[in-house]
């Protein structure tokens, strides 16, 4: 998990596309695994999910959850969709 001083920090690292482009919440990408937002943080805290986090802020990149979410249900990287799951 990369760590920023400051939330201003994180935003400007986003202005300058320093950071994916998709960013969600623990409680988005607990809800799209299926997991726990708990089970989340322990992801991103072992690195098994591209996070980061400035203050009290974590945000996870979206695709990784996409990515996680579908080999979790027997699917190709190249098929579904993180809001519908199209599968």
């Not at 607990?30 to 991103?44: D, K, Y």
């Not at 080999?71 to 599968?87: C, F, I, P």
Request: with cysteine; glycine share 6%; aromatic share 4%.
């Amino acid at each position: 998990m990369k760590r920023f001083r400051t939330i201003n920090s994180m935003v400007a690292a986003i202005r300058r596309d320093e950071l994916p482009a998709n960013l969600i919440s623990p409680g988005a990408a607990a809800a799209a695994l299926g997991i726990t937002r708990q089970s989340v943080h322990e992801l991103c805290h072992r690195g098994k999910l591209p996070s980061w986090y400035a203050e009290r802020v974590i945000l996870i990149d979206a695709n990784a959850v996409q990515a996680r979410a579908l080999k979790a249900l027997g699917v190709s990287e190249t098929q579904g969709d993180l809001y519908g799951l199209n599968v």
